[in-house]
């Protein structure tokens, strides 16, 4: 039991969704944060995560969005004042009509902003976890099959 706490306490389960205009991807950010990240959020215990993707992204939105297919999985971690963080974000395709010709998105959560971002240029807005930054793209192209992508492997921990 001592390791599934440890595990629950550090690791993060996250649904993701890209949802695409054109060449542009939506992408959320924090207030005030100079990071941006793909929307979506946690995975509740025994939720599917396409079910909890369809229903973050509902809460931020406030619009309904399909989950499609699942592009791949991104491994990321950092260090916080109370330690190590580890996260496992599933990233599916998604779309909605309720996005067409929105050149603004307003986010239903005061704490959140979104913005559209040229696929080639996911760097620009600092997409954490960095690795999304050239799988996106890939995904969206169907390039890179397995859809797989670690900061973990990347940089040698």
């Known amino acids: 039991m001592e390791y599934r ?19 542009q991807v939506l992408l ?21 995560a396409r079910a909890a993707l369809a229903r973050e992204l509902s809460e ?6 399909v989950v499609g297919r699942f592009l791949g999985a991104a491994e990321h971690a950092w260090d916080e004042p109370s330690g190590r963080v580890h996260e496992i974000n599933l990233v599916f395709l998604a779309t909605s009509p309720d996005l067409d010709g ?8 005061p704490h959140l902003e979104f913005l559209w971002q040229h696929q080639l240029d996911l760097a620009g807005a600092n997409l954490q976890p960095w690795t999304l930054r050239e799988a996106v793209p890939c ?10 992508s670690s900061t973990l492997e990347q940089d040698g921990r």
Do not use: K, N, Y
């Open 5 to 23: 706490d440890e595990l629950a306490r550090h690791t993060e389960l996250i649904a993701r969704a890209v949802l695409s205009r054109g060449d």
């Open 28 to 48: 959320a950010r924090r207030r005030g944060a100079t990071h941006a990240f793909l929307p979506g959020g946690h995975i509740e215990f025994g939720e599917p």
């Open 60 to 65: 931020e939105l406030g619009f309904e969005v």
């Open 102 to 109: 929105r050149e603004e998105i307003c986010s239903r959560e």
């Open 139 to 148: 995904w969206l192209e169907e390039l890179q099959g397995g859809g797989w």
